[in-house]
């Protein structure tokens, strides 16, 4: 069973409707049994960082999660949220990459938007997807370079497109989004 962790962060609907094209079935939940005992847990993520660190604190869920066991992909807010803090409302995150999640100059245009190519990939989430794909991103802030960084994108500055640390592994870009590459990188973390 995959679980997708409900919080009123955005996004999850798409997430789910990315796993049931993978014919995967998967539960929106925030029962702390539920996410415990699946084989596999997705914590997507998309708006504020301090409200939405709020909404986590008050489930008890920012506790909850850096205790999971299982593979666990964070995406976009989700990833940021797992990092030591954010800029974004100077927020405190849950602190399973001990990395800083800092603001983009503000000289280019921000939100990131858009589709852009993710590059020196090293994580099994990245099997068999061709080398330097184009992924889907969404954001105003990023996480920086760090040694969990398993992916690098470059918009204003080089940044980390995705992180992992022992069975946390995490994206920038939202995989539901984006395409063949976002759909195989998916179906490697199921597969897990």
Not at 11 to 38: G, H, P, Y
Not at 181 to 186: I, N, P, T, Y
């Amino acid at each position: 069973m995959v679980t997708i962790i409900k919080y009123n962060g955005g996004n999850v609907q798409s997430v789910q409707n990315a796993l049931s094209r993978l014919n995967v079935e998967s539960i929106i939940t925030d029962d702390f049994d539920l996410i415990k005992n699946a084989e596999k847990v997705i914590f997507p993520g998309v708006g504020e960082a301090s409200s939405t660190m709020k909404l986590l604190k008050e489930k008890g869920l920012d506790q909850f999660i850096p205790t999971l066991e299982q593979p666990v992909l964070g995406i976009c807010l989700g990833m940021q949220l797992m990092c030591k803090n954010n800029e974004e409302g100077d927020t405190v995150g849950m602190g399973i990459f001990d990395i800083n999640v800092k603001k983009f100059p503000s000289r280019e245009i921000v939100p990131h938007m858009g589709w852009n190519t993710v590059a020196e990939t090293q994580s099994p989430i990245f099997l068999d997807i061709e080398k330097e794909s184009d992924v889907y991103f969404v954001h105003s802030y990023y996480c920086e370079l760090s040694k969990y960084t398993t992916s690098i994108c470059d918009y204003i500055l080089p940044f980390s497109a995705s992180l992992q640390k022992d069975n946390f592994f995490a994206t920038q870009f939202h995989p539901e989004k984006s395409g063949k590459a976002g759909e195989q990188l998916l179906r490697n973390f199921l597969n897990l």
